[in-house]
């Protein structure tokens, strides 16, 4: 097994967990759970698309795995302050902070145009001639 597959497993697993703590949570919320559904269930159908991406291992899969993490890690802090829950929002801490060091740590690096370009050595003595 590649790297790269191991770095799509674990994304899948900790996507998977970020979303599972956050449904946990949600179940301890008084007031505003109706949003926190609609939230929980947006970032599903965004996950199922970057499943996709990571799946066909799109370049563009890391770069959005980390911006869903970023913003379920946004949510997390927002659940911990509406419900206190100090466990269960670390826990969801970790793992949206260890998705965003693996998703950041995947994105690949693109081509610079240097890479491409053909040079031509010419001796100094050629060029001095007149």
């Given at each position: ?7 799509v497993f ?60 970023a913003a ?28 965003l060091v ?29």
């Open positions: 097994m590649k790297v790269s597959d191991m770095s674990v994304t899948i697993i900790l996507v998977g967990l970020s979303l599972f703590t956050a449904l946990l949570l949600e179940s301890r919320m008084d007031s505003h759970y109706l949003l926190q559904l609609l939230l929980i269930v947006l970032a599903i159908i965004f996950t199922f698309g970057l499943l996709f991406g990571l799946w066909i291992d799109e370049p563009w899969a890391y770069p959005l795995s980390t911006i869903l993490f379920l890690l946004a949510d997390v802090i927002w659940l911990y302050s509406s419900t206190g829950a100090f466990l269960v929002s670390a826990f969801a801490l970790l793992v949206n902070v260890a998705g693996i998703c950041l740590a995947s994105v690949q690096r693109p081509k610079t145009l240097a890479a491409e370009l053909e040079t031509y050595n010419i001796s100094a003595g050629r060029r001095k001639k007149k």
